[in-house]
């Protein structure tokens, strides 16, 4: 079983997504607007263009997402933080007992990270 992060922006998934590729690699395989689904209709002008779903393949795992807007109950997010591990120090974090280096961050979506190195 493979377990994939999905997170919810507040109409910024498609900027998300884009920046998420620039700074972890891979590639988006699926970018799908509400104004090219069954919900078009139900979503007010201005969000057909945000994003329904969203898939980001990173090999071995993926991260999923999606606009959601303040009457569907987008929250920011609490209580998680999505972890990487990308096998080899880029450079120099924070050297800790479990790991070569660990940091934590938050982008500038309000998606907490989580940095797990634990090979030099």
């Keep these: 079983m493979r377990v994939n992060p999905h997170l919810t922006f507040d109409g910024r998934c498609e900027e998300a997504f ?5 700074v972890l690699g ?3 395989v699926a970018m799908l ?5 069954p919900l078009a209709t ?13 898939t980001l393949d990173l090999g071995e795992g993926r991260l999923t997402g999606a606009d959601v807007s303040l009457e569907e109950g987008y929250r920011p997010p ?3 933080s999505v972890l990487l591990e990308p096998g080899s120090v880029g450079m120099p974090l924070q050297k800790t ?4 280096r660990f940091g934590m961050v938050t982008d500038r979506f309000g998606i907490p990270w989580m940095l797990n190195c634990t090979t030099p």
């Excluded at 884009?18 to 620039?22: C, E, I, P, Q, S």
């Excluded at 607007?33 to 689904?37: A, I, K």
């Excluded at 139900?42 to 969203?54: F, M, N, S, T």
């Design 18 to 22: 884009r920046f998420y590729v620039a």
């Design 26 to 28: 891979g590639r988006i």
């Design 78 to 80: 609490e209580g998680f």
């Design 97 to 100: 007992f479990w790991a070569e």
């Design 42 to 54: 139900g979503v007010p002008l201005e969000w057909r263009d945000k994003i329904l779903h969203a």
């Design 33 to 37: 607007p509400y104004r090219v689904s």
